[in-house]
């Protein structure tokens, strides 16, 4: 017997860009409560600047969010409604019931793992099930501490923390006067990148995020993009069961005005302004080398050492994977052609 075999379209991941207000406000959020890192956002400068401005109860707020990290929880919120508005995602903590709110909030590992999440989801008010859903995030800088988080404390005061940090970082961002250049620019993004070329989902994440790398996922058939202005100069990727988020720093020319140096290059000279910084950077475009071989090369603590890798990391000039820290040669050749762009100087 002869069997006929149509064959079947190849399926593919599928890419969109998403910009709104709720997500840069919640990136904003993210950011200035990213304690160990903060130093390094483009932003930093301006938020101590705005802190003096801030309200006591907004302050409080994101102290809180900073020792709970339930930003992350926010992000994932975001993510499951899609709110454009600030009040449409406030409205939606009180219409969902307390069992789908922690299918969101409750983090994925792996499809290993995806069992006993469902199950401590179902059983939400066992606080030993988080417990022990927990120890498999044991080792992340946060996660572990999130998901015990979730079982430790009522689902209220989660939701009321939550609204109380969006609602007055939204009325405290939203009147400074960069705020409608930053929402234009996001708008324009995001109409830019409509239209993406399905076929090769891979190159396209790359093309819009400037060069992020993106490797296909089991399970992921969704990979979502949100530019932002607030979380720069870093990407932040988030991973649901079925979704990858990828949150990437809005193009440059959008926020730029004509003679202003972009942030890119004030960020690069920050970097590059600092003995130290130049030191790891020759030796780095020598060889890659660990944390460890730096630590003992240079005489310096891993704490002081990390700090002064993380602003050339920020800045892109380096990258790391896995405790092994390498030169972009790339990178730093096209900061040359900027600033000589910038001078308005032939090369």
């Known amino acids: 017997m002869n069997y006929f075999l149509a064959s ?12 709104s207000q709720v997500w840069e406000v919640l990136l904003g959020i993210s950011g200035y409560t990213h304690a160990q890192l903060r130093h390094t956002f483009g932003l930093d400068e301006q938020w101590k600047t ?12 994101l102290k809180e969010i900073e020792e709970t990290n339930l930003w992350y ?41 995806e069992a006993n999440r469902k199950d401590t989801v179902l059983n939400y008010s ?33 939701l009321s923390l ?20 930053w929402m234009q ?39 979502k993009l949100v530019p ?3 979380y720069r100069p870093w990407v932040l990727s988030l991973r649901t069961v079925d979704t990858k988020l990828l949150f990437y720093p809005v193009n440059e020319e959008y926020l730029t005005e004509p003679g202003q140096p972009s942030s890119v290059l004030i960020s690069g000279h920050k970097a590059l302004g600092d003995e130290l910084r130049l030191q790891l950077l020759h030796t780095l ?23 002064q890798l993380s602003i050339l990391k920020s800045s892109g000039f380096i990258s790391a994977e896995k405790g092994v820290y390498r030169a972009n040669t790339d990178t730093i050749q096209q900061f040359s052609g900027k600033l000589n762009e910038y001078l308005g100087l032939k090369e």
């Open 50 to 61: 705005w802190k003096n401005t801030m309200s006591l109860e907004l302050l409080q707020a």
């Open 285 to 307: 475009m020598k060889g890659q080398q660990s944390l460890q071989e730096l630590s003992g090369q240079f005489q310096i603590s891993k704490t002081t050492l990390h700090h």
């Open 228 to 230: 932002h202005v607030s």
């Open 162 to 181: 939550m609204k109380t940090v969006t609602k007055e970082w939204h009325d405290f961002i939203r009147i400074q006067l960069v705020w409608d250049k």
């Open 126 to 158: 066992d606080k030993i099930r988080f417990v022990q859903y927990a120890k498999s995030f044991q080792g992340h800088d946060y996660l572990e501490g999130y998901v015990r988080l979730l079982g430790e404390r009522a689902i209220e005061d989660i």
């Open 8 to 19: 079947q379209p190849a399926e593919t991941v599928n890419v969109t860009v998403e910009s």
């Open 73 to 113: 929880g926010m992000l994932l919120l975001q993510n499951h409604w899609g709110a454009k508005f600030i009040q449409d995602f406030l409205n939606a903590m009180d219409q969902e019931s307390h069992q789908t709110l922690y299918e969101v909030l409750l983090p994925y590992h792996s499809q290993k793992t």
């Open 185 to 223: 620019a996001l708008r324009f993004e995001e109409k830019e990148n409509q239209r993406l070329n399905r076929d090769q989902p891979v190159n396209e994440i790359q093309r819009v995020t400037g060069g992020a790398e993106y490797v296909p996922e089991p399970s992921v058939w969704h990979v």
